[in-house]
């Protein structure tokens, strides 16, 4: 489940880390922040996948699969794990709704999730 905990950089901007774990069984997608953000981090760990994954970020309240395109789509190798930085960093302007598939495209109604645990941290601000 998507957790979120606040953190400050440089001493001088409130940001909220948002962390969660797809499992096997996890379907949808994830409710991570509400309101306007800017996106400075994404960090996915897929050291148990036998598959590549896809970190798929939606700027929505809510989002229908197969039909919402994503904003933003990240992969991550089989059995690696991968840090991406922003500058300038990357906006949302209504929520922040996130998705881990094997699908690489900008989604179906259903997807093919992972059968093991994939890890994402995401370093927002408002």
Not at 52 to 81: H, M, Q, R
Not at 83 to 88: K, L, W
Not at 97 to 116: C, E, I, N
Request: aromatic share 10%.
């Amino acid at each position: 489940m998507a957790t979120t905990k606040l953190y400050t950089l440089a001493g001088t901007i409130a940001t909220k880390r948002a962390d969660f774990t797809q499992v096997s069984g996890d379907t949808g997608t994830f409710a991570l922040a509400s309101g306007a953000h800017h996106m400075h981090q994404v960090i996915i760990d897929n050291t148990a996948g036998t598959t590549d994954v896809y970190l798929k970020l939606w700027d929505a309240s809510s989002v229908t699969l197969g039909t919402t395109a994503p904003n933003f789509i990240f992969p991550c190798a089989t059995g690696e794990s991968i840090e991406f930085s922003f500058a300038p960093k990357g906006s949302f302007g209504t929520a922040v709704r996130a998705q881990v598939s094997k699908d690489a495209g900008t989604g179906t109604s259903s997807p093919a999730y992972p059968t093991w645990s994939v890890t994402v941290s995401i370093l927002l601000s408002t």
